[in-house]
């Protein structure tokens, strides 16, 4: 896990350097065939990719995003009218049975089909229209890392060529520097874990496009370190679950600059009044003098390419704290690296 981690630089170069025609290919699909609607069909962690994508397809290009629930297509058998849709599967081994069956029927609806697998020749290749590739080589760590951030590194193309906007390849390419600044930390945050080695549950936060963000960190705490991690938005929190944080209750805020950053600011405020135990991750001198624990990001990235960057905090703190906590993050128990579901 850890070396796939220190990995994630080279793959997103890869993805940006191999996959741009891929992606342009898809986009002009999309353009011919007049699509209004993108639904995305997803597991696990590429379900948290799906997050992302929903956010950037939106926010960048104005285009609505439903992420589609499975079993719609392999239980219920619904008919949709998907005939200005792109349905996109995203699964890493392209094996996921409910993803490419999704994939498949949708295919047969009308729907203009695309794939984001890091397996060539896979199932969903297999039957999807349009397939792109996360090059990440392979991932032997049950829990995903490289293609995880491979797989936003290519909804993160789509969008940025659908916007015919490219200064945002560019900022992906920012990105993929700063992730490897992110490993200078790694010496402090060995540390840190040991506060936490008998931590049981915890709450992890964010805004807006790193909702993705807080999803996939608390899943690799929940996958390697047995950790019951509920993932939040900074605003949902306030809905209810605030309730349940009293003092000395681990919440984890991400907390990069931008459009967000006003929203975790005021719930740092808030949770610093119910003596939370913070741990925060940020680049902003500000919010990281509330913290328990500062995990200080070493650069200053665009807030539209900081889900690709902060989650490799995520990934590390999880990869630290299973070692000591005496587990092996390479195999978590009771996961394999493919799961099949209907």
């Known amino acids: 896990m850890l070396d796939e981690i220190h990995e994630q630089p080279q793959v997103i170069e890869r993805v940006i350097a191999l996959e741009h025609d891929n992606v342009k290919r898809l986009c002009r699909a999309m353009s011919e065939r007049g699509v ?55 699964s890493q081994s392209g094996e996921s049975t409910d993803v490419v069956e999704v994939i498949k029927q949708a295919r047969s609806m009308g729907a203009l089909t695309a794939g984001i697998t890091n397996v060539h020749e896979s199932s969903l290749h297999q039957v999807a229209e349009y397939c792109m590739y996360c090059h990440a080589g392979e991932e032997r760590s049950v829990a995903a890392t490289k293609t995880y951030t491979s797989t936003l590194a290519l ?89 349940v944080i009293e003092e000395g209750f681990p919440v984890f805020l991400y907390a990069p600059s931008g459009k967000g950053y006003p929203s975790m600011l005021e719930l740092a405020d808030k949770l610093e009044e119910k003596s939370a135990e913070m741990i925060i991750i940020s680049a902003e001198e500000h919010i990281l003098r509330k913290a328990r624990t500062p995990l200080r990001v070493p650069v200053n990235v665009p807030e539209i390419v900081s889900p690709v960057v902060y989650i490799a905090v995520g990934q590390l703190f999880a990869q630290y704290l299973s070692a000591a906590k005496g587990y092996d993050p390479d195999k978590p128990r009771g996961l394999s690296k493919v799961t099949m579901t209907m």
């Open 155 to 243: 909804i993160y193309l789509i969008s940025s060529t659908l916007s015919k906007n490219e200064d945002m390849v560019d900022g992906l390419r920012t990105a993929a520097g700063a992730i490897a600044r992110i490993f200078s930390i790694e010496g402090g945050m060995a540390q840190a874990v040991e506060r936490y080695r008998y931590m049981e549950e915890c709450i992890v936060t964010a805004r807006g496009l790193n909702q993705a963000t807080a999803q996939e960190a608390a899943l690799k705490l929940e996958e390697t370190c047995y950790i019951v991690a509920k993932p939040f938005s900074s605003a949902e929190i306030m809905h209810g679950p605030i309730a």
């Open 36 to 90: 209004i609607g993108i639904a995305i069909a997803s597991r696990g962690t590429s379900d948290n990719a799906a997050t992302f994508a929903k956010y950037i397809f939106e926010v960048v290009n104005g285009i609505p995003v439903c992420l589609i629930a499975p079993s719609v297509f392999t239980l219920y058998r619904a008919e949709l009218n998907l005939a200005q849709y792109l349905v996109l599967g995203i």
